[in-house]
């Protein structure tokens, strides 16, 4: 299944600094995401355009999952030549990730 099954997005970025909070539907979905949405798992889904580290930090208490891409922004939005590259972008593009289905 797709990430976007069971979960939406909501992305941010500052310089070449991009952050994507993974936000599960339902309550029950949030263990399937912690498990399966790993930083290890956003770096790869994103290889070729994230440069840097990818940190996740868990947010339980509103069944969520946050992403601090670094050096994912081509040198930051107004320094990048890509076609839109920035957060709203990654947030979409971070629901195309396949996961097991629950």
Same mark, same amino acid.
């Given at each position: 299944?797709?990430?976007?099954?069971?979960?939406?997005?909501?992305? $941010?970025?500052? +310089?070449?600094?991009?952050?994507?909070?993974?936000?599960?539907?339902?309550?029950?979905?949030?263990?399937?995401?912690?498990?399966? *949405?790993?930083?290890?798992? *956003?770096?790869?889904?994103?290889? $070729? =355009?994230?440069?840097? +580290?990818?940190?996740?930090? #868990? &947010?339980?208490?509103?069944?969520? =999952?946050?992403?601090?891409?670094? #050096?994912?922004? $081509? +040198? +930051?939005?107004?320094?990048?030549?890509?076609?839109?590259?920035? $957060?709203?972008?990654?947030?979409?593009?971070? =629901? #195309? &990730? #396949?996961?097991?289905?629950?």
């Amino acid at each position: 299944m797709k990430l976007r099954d069971i979960a939406h997005a909501r992305a $941010g970025d500052k +310089g070449n600094t991009a952050n994507i909070s993974v936000i599960a539907f339902l309550a029950e979905d949030y263990p399937h995401l912690v498990r399966h *949405v790993t930083a290890k798992r *956003v770096k790869a889904h994103f290889a $070729g =355009l994230v440069r840097g +580290g990818v940190a996740r930090y #868990e &947010m339980p208490n509103i069944e969520a =999952l946050n992403f601090v891409l670094q #050096e994912a922004l $081509g +040198g +930051g939005v107004t320094r990048s030549l890509a076609l839109d590259p920035h $957060g709203k972008s990654l947030s979409s593009a971070i =629901l #195309e &990730m #396949e996961i097991p289905d629950r």
